[in-house]
């Protein structure tokens, strides 16, 4: 693993691309007080890196008519077929998170349906069905009162490691 220490043009240049990933290096460079160039390929490094793993376009899922969001925990009936079962629900394209977790469960999944009786046939026909799923408890989301990325500015540790 190699050390990538982060420093404060860095840090604002990271603290500019969460808040906006589509912003010009030209204007960040302004902001950082250093040239294009050194924008470039600093970020071209921050990838190399493994600290920026890319950039996507944010779509809301009530966009598409996806209204429900749920939590569900799973608990296996075996903890080390984990692997096997996760490969199942990648094949879940409502399936937009899941968590290895601690505690009673072991895996703990974000879900977008587009209504309740979507969330339920998600639940009875999809997840409950894939072996060694033992039981879900589902977490029906309200209402998502902000979402964000990773707080960048003022971090207190300097370093990053990478597994390259």
């Known amino acids: 693993?190699?050390?990538?220490?982060?420093?404060?043009?860095?840090?604002?240049i990271l603290s500019f691309l969460v808040n906006n990933a589509?912003?010009?290096?030209?204007?960040?460079?302004?902001?950082?007080?250093?040239?294009?160039?050194?924008?470039?390929?600093?970020?071209k490094k921050l990838e190399a890196a493994g600290v920026i793993t890319g950039s996507r376009l944010l779509v809301k899922p009530e966009a598409l008519g996806l209204n429900v969001c749920a939590f569900i925990n799973v608990t296996l009936s075996?903890?080390?077929k984990y692997p096997e079962v996760i490969?199942?629900?990648?094949?879940?394209?409502?399936?937009?998170?899941?968590h290895f977790v601690t505690g009673?469960?072991?895996?703990?999944?974000?879900?977008?349906?587009?209504?309740?009786?979507?969330?339920?046939?998600?639940?009875?026909?999809?997840?409950?069905r894939i072996p060694y799923v033992q039981t879900t408890d589902t977490i029906l989301s309200l209402e998502e009162s902000f979402e964000r990325q990773v707080w960048v500015k003022d971090m207190k540790n300097p370093g990053f490691v990478s597994s390259l």
């Open 104 to 128: 009673r469960c072991a895996l703990l999944l974000k879900v977008y349906c587009f209504d309740n009786n979507h969330l339920m046939n998600i639940i009875l026909n999809t997840i409950q």
């Open 87 to 98: 490969s199942a629900i990648k094949h879940i394209p409502e399936v937009v998170e899941c």
């Open 22 to 43: 589509r912003m010009p290096f030209l204007e960040i460079a302004r902001e950082c007080g250093v040239s294009g160039a050194a924008i470039h390929q600093r970020v």
């Open 78 to 80: 075996e903890d080390n």
């Open 1 to 12: 693993m190699t050390n990538y220490n982060i420093d404060n043009i860095d840090r604002k």
